[in-house]
């Protein structure tokens, strides 16, 4: 007769209730994981870790001129996130914010690309609102095939960005191409009135900042204090209930992608209108994809948001003074960014979840 053996095995179990203070931490522990264990990985690559650390986390923060890039990149980075935020709480996980920001580029550059003489203060305004537009109009696409065909909007929306993409590159070398711009792949130089204006003088940082942080409120007011959050919420925690409840489930979709599309094509426009001044292929430069990043770091709430845009944008401007200044590749700037991540999510899980070892 074969022995029996007992084995024990942990379960992750649903806490009654999450701790208040351990959300509050779990940013700031996934922060310190990925700092120890992208520090074993500069040692391991030959580079000095205090010399990189210095230069990722301390220098954004010792000169105005440094703090101000950290703000003029925070802008498009909150403002995508606070979008995507929306939509991730209603479990529609829109992954094409990079394309959405294309579109919304495009859309806005037509302006002063087809009316180069014009002028006006009307210019930049009609920019933001035309770019909020092609952010929609993209996004609306995703939400179509969403609601109609039950498709994933995880791929049709990452497939619709790469499209994004080819319709920027065919512009930027067909129709929109500036004929004195030396052969290179970019449109004209925008007018002056078709820049945002500069909200702090002496630096890049302009009106935008502005707006995303009044947009910044009234995301909040829409997920805490309004009863079309509310909606947007209980369907995504429970998507049945809100069935028996009258919600409808194809228009709480259609609003979470219209929402994350307009504020992708908004920060889309208020980078070729702001430090930018023409279309360029180099506007994808994955604002789309760190703002998923941005959203889940800052808990999907609008306050956490705004604190860990301007940490992800310290990263960025961080990493940029790391490569020139201690050697790093840009390749191990993106680990330590996707570490961050990776870091919060198993922290998240656990102030959410308890191991529970049972028996078997």
């Given at each position: 007769m074969s022995p029996s053996y007992t084995f024990r095995h942990p379960l992750l179990v649903r806490r009654e209730s999450a701790s208040l203070t351990m959300k509050f931490l779990?940013?700031?522990i996934a922060l310190g994981v990925a700092v120890l264990f992208n520090l074993a990985l500069y040692v391991a690559i030959g580079r000095d870790p205090v010399a990189v650390f210095y230069a990722l986390l301390i220098e954004p923060f010792l000169s105005w001129a440094s703090f101000s890039e950290v703000l003029l990149k925070a802008s498009p980075l909150m403002l995508i996130a606070q979008g995507l935020a929306i939509g991730f709480r209603a479990k529609v996980f829109n992954i094409g914010a990079e394309g959405q920001f294309i579109l919304g580029a495009i859309f806005a550059s037509a302006i002063p690309i087809w009316f180069p003489a014009a002028t006006g203060q009307w210019i930049w305004p009609a920019m933001l609102v035309l770019g909020a537009l092609g952010g929609a109009c993209w996004a609306s696409i995703t939400a179509f095939w969403r609601v109609r065909f039950n498709a994933n909007e995880i791929l049709v929306s990452l497939m619709l960005s790469l499209v994004a993409m080819q319709v920027l590159n065919y512009l930027l070398v067909g129709p929109?191409?500036?004929p004195e711009g030396f052969n290179f792949p970019q449109s004209v130089m925008f007018q002056y009135d078709a820049l945002v204006p500069t909200l702090i003088p002496g630096t890049r940082v302009n009106v935008s900042l502005l707006i995303t942080l009044v947009l910044s409120l009234v995301a909040w007011l829409l997920?805490?204090?309004s009863f079309q959050g509310y909606k947007l919420q209980v369907g995504g925690l429970a998507p049945r209930a809100a069935g028996y409840a009258g919600f409808s489930e194809s228009r709480a979709i259609w609003l979470a992608l219209l929402i994350a599309g307009g504020a992708a094509g908004l920060a889309g426009a208020a980078e070729v209108a702001g430090p930018l001044g023409q279309l360029q292929r180099s506007i994808?430069?994955?604002?789309?994809?760190?703002?998923i990043i941005v959203a889940y770091l800052g808990g999907l709430h609008p306050i956490g948001i705004i604190f860990s845009a301007l940490l992800m944008a310290a990263l960025y401007i961080g990493g940029d003074n790391a490569m020139v200044s201690a050697g790093l590749p840009i390749a191990a700037v993106?680990?330590?960014l996707g570490s961050v991540l990776l870091s919060y999510l198993i922290s998240l899980a656990f102030v959410r979840?308890?191991?529970d070892w049972a028996s078997r």
């Open positions: 779990a940013p700031l929109w191409k500036d997920m805490q204090r994808s430069t994955g604002y789309g994809y760190a703002a993106r680990v330590f979840y308890r191991l």
